[in-house]
């Protein structure tokens, strides 16, 4: 799931979700709520491993510029 400069998700449960995006270190690059569907800028993050995690769920992507 390579992401260049935006990070794209949706969901159909129709609620306010919370995501957070973590780097490898475990450091947040990002934390933010979500209705349905996001858009995230990934244009000012490292090359890397991120984890998404998205309620109880988690997503591996890797960002390359």
């Known amino acids: ?10 969901s159909t449960l ?7 995006v973590f780097n490898v270190l475990g450091q947040v690059i990002f ?17 890397g491993l991120y984890f998404v995690h998205i309620d109880n769920s988690v997503v591996k992507i890797v960002v390359n510029h």
């Open 1 to 10: 799931n390579p992401a260049n400069a935006y990070l794209h998700g949706q």
């Open 14 to 20: 129709n609620r306010q979700q919370k995501l957070e």
């Open 31 to 47: 934390s933010g709520n979500f209705l349905n569907q996001f858009e995230i800028s990934t244009s000012n993050w490292e090359s």
